[in-house]
Every structure is written in structure tokens, then in C-alpha cells.
């Protein structure tokens, strides 16, 4: 399994460690919109793992549930429509090893989870995403268009479905 890099890595460190694979940077062009040079769709670039770690099947609604506020796995887990424990906690692993949620122990001995700054960044643009296509969705179905999606229980844009 490939080595996990933080999403929030500085765009200036080029230096890897030592036994590492090269990783795979272009010249960022004038222009660009890629910060010093990291191509996402180069499989050798840390930038290639981030997006992988939080476009997983369960990453992005994991930090829509997060979003909203939930906290404790359990609350994650039931919010979270068809995961299972085991997908939940390795999906939170995962984040946590990009620095994209942190998990602290209360005084209860009970762990929570939160967003970093950088994961409510990439939670906001998720939410943007998921806007998007419950636009989408409604068109569909204002034109007449069958939607594989039925079934969600009339679910719209801003229901948080509690």
C-alpha cells in the first residue's frame, strides 16, 4: 500500500525521504492552476493519493456528516446511509492519516472526530458538489427524466435528512 501523504502538504517541500519513490512534479506553466507543479493525475504524485484518499466510496460523506456537526463514530456511522463499521473506521483512519480529521479522547474515554481546517476546506467544496447534483437531480426530474436515484425518500437540496 502506497505511503499516505498529508493533504496540506507545503508546495515548497520537494525534499523526499530517504527510500521514497520520486515524486512525479511538471513545471508549473504560467497560468497554472496546479500549485508547484503537483499533477493529480499522476499516479506518483502525493497530490494523486490525496484525491483517492478523499474521493473514496464513503470519504465525501463522511465529511458531510462531519460538517453537520456529527462527531462520535456512532452518529457517523447511522448518518451515513449503507456503510458499514468497518468502512466507517477505515475511512476516518484514512482522513486522519491526510490530516483531513483529527481524532481526540474525552475525559470519558470516548473518541471524537472533527474536520482540520484543510478538511472543512475540501468538506465545503463537497457540499458544493453534492449541491450541484441534487440541482441536477431536480432538473431530471422536472423534465421527466427517470433517475436511478429514486427512492431517497424525497431528500432535497438543504434537508439534512434528521
Same mark, same amino acid.
Given at each position: ?47 494523486? $493519493?490525496?484525491? /483517492?484518499?478523499?474521493?473514496? =466510496?464513503?470519504?465525501? %460523506?463522511?465529511?458531510?456528516?462531519? &460538517?453537520?456537526?456529527?462527531? *462520535? ?43 482540520? $481546517?484543510?478538511? /472543512?476546506?475540501?468538506?465545503? =467544496?463537497?457540499?458544493? %458538489?453534492?449541491?450541484?447534483?441534487? &440541482?441536477?437531480?431536480?432538473? *431530471? ?22
Amino acid at each position: 500500500m502506497p505511503t499516505r501523504m498529508p493533504v496540506d502538504v507545503p508546495a515548497e517541500s520537494s525534499a523526499a525521504p530517504a527510500g521514497a519513490p520520486a515524486m512525479a512534479r511538471r513545471p508549473a506553466s504560467a497560468g497554472s492552476s496546479t500549485p508547484a507543479g503537483f499533477d493529480v493525475l499522476d499516479a506518483n504524485c502525493p497530490s494523486y $493519493a490525496a484525491m /483517492r484518499d478523499v474521493t473514496g =466510496r464513503w470519504a465525501p %460523506l463522511v465529511l458531510l456528516a462531519l &460538517a453537520e456537526g456529527l462527531t *462520535r463514530f456512532g452518529e457517523i456511522h447511522r448518518r451515513v446511509g449503507g456503510s458499514s463499521e468497518r468502512m466507517i473506521s477505515q475511512t476516518l483512519r484514512v482522513l486522519q492519516d491526510d490530516a483531513v480529521v483529527e481524532r481526540t479522547v474525552g475525559e470519558d474515554g470516548r473518541p471524537s472526530y472533527a474536520l482540520t $481546517a484543510t478538511g /472543512r476546506e475540501i468538506a465545503c =467544496r463537497v457540499r458544493d %458538489l453534492s449541491e450541484a447534483i441534487y &440541482a441536477h437531480l431536480e432538473q *431530471r426530474d422536472a423534465a421527466g427524466i427517470p433517475s436511478a436515484a429514486s427512492g431517497c425518500g424525497g431528500v432535497r437540496r438543504g434537508s439534512s435528512g434528521r
